[in-house]
């Protein structure tokens, strides 16, 4: 698929990845019941995050040139982006660490959660990223009212999801005798979902901020910087969970 799309085209294109990664989502629900196939959740996984990456949050774009004037907007954004990146890189490095706890500690074993609930609230941060797409594609275009709108719709999914995790999963959790301190599956559950509603509270702070700012007239098609900046954020925080999401409630037997 091009990179440059007129803005029907780019709209179809974030569709169809929205699509693929339904369909991928769908199918490790169907693995994790049916098969228990660790080998396969691991590929699917992998896959929806090139997914996201390339098309969503648009990795390419660090290779795009940029005006050789340091004082030129395209030199400011391409630095911007590498600044971006190398922050987004090193931020990893913490899930990176947790997902290894997970490992190391629960091994072949997950936390007893309920599969629905986790799958749902998994759908809900999937369909934001869509609509966080579409609102970037729209601003790409000038459309700023089409940003707002989607804007506005990625803004209520993600603090759904993050409600469902924190007002609905943790009591849950709570309740079937998972806590903090209840033993390695609750501390790697809690520091695994904690940080990571941290980033999405994070995140939704950053979607009112260009929000306000796209009020202001503050962004236009040409320069937009801060409506990519967010929409890499939060895209990289839906990544960050489609890893999390089988760690948590797909890979290995419930204790």
Do not use: C
């Not at 959740?41 to 795009?64: F, G, R």
């Not at 090193?90 to 072949?108: H, I, K, M, Q, Y």
Request: no cysteine.
């Amino acid at each position: 698929m091009s990179h440059r799309l007129d803005k029907f085209s780019a709209f179809r294109q974030g569709l169809v990845i929205f699509v693929y990664l339904a369909v991928l989502t769908a199918l490790e629900y169907f693995v994790a019941v049916t098969f228990k196939a660790v080998s396969i959740l691991v590929v699917v996984a992998v896959i929806k995050v090139a997914l996201v990456m390339y098309y969503y949050m648009h990795i390419y774009k660090l290779n795009e040139e940029s005006d050789a004037e340091p004082h030129s907007y395209s030199f400011k954004t391409g630095t911007n982006r590498l600044g971006l990146w190398l922050f987004l890189l090193s931020d990893s490095f913490v899930f990176a660490g947790l997902l290894t706890a997970r490992v190391n500690l629960l091994g072949l074993t997950r936390p007893h959660l309920n599969q629905i609930l986790g799958l749902a609230v998994t759908a809900v941060l999937l369909s934001s990223s869509f609509f966080m797409n579409r609102g970037e594609t729209a601003m790409v275009h000038g459309d700023k009212k089409g940003f707002i709108r989607n804007t506005i719709i990625t803004f209520v999914l993600g603090l759904g999801f993050l409600l469902g995790v924190v007002a609905v999963e943790w009591p849950l959790a709570a309740e079937e005798g998972l806590t903090a301190g209840s033993g390695a599956a609750g501390a790697v559950f809690y520091m695994m979902t904690g940080m990571h509603a941290f980033h999405v509270f994070t995140g939704l702070i950053l979607l009112l901020v260009v929000l306000y700012k796209t009020r202001k007239d503050k962004y236009s098609a040409e320069k937009h910087w801060g409506v990519e900046a967010a929409a890499v954020y939060w895209h990289f925080v839906d990544l960050v969970w489609i890893i999390f999401y089988p760690a948590l409630y797909l890979i290995g037997t419930a204790l």
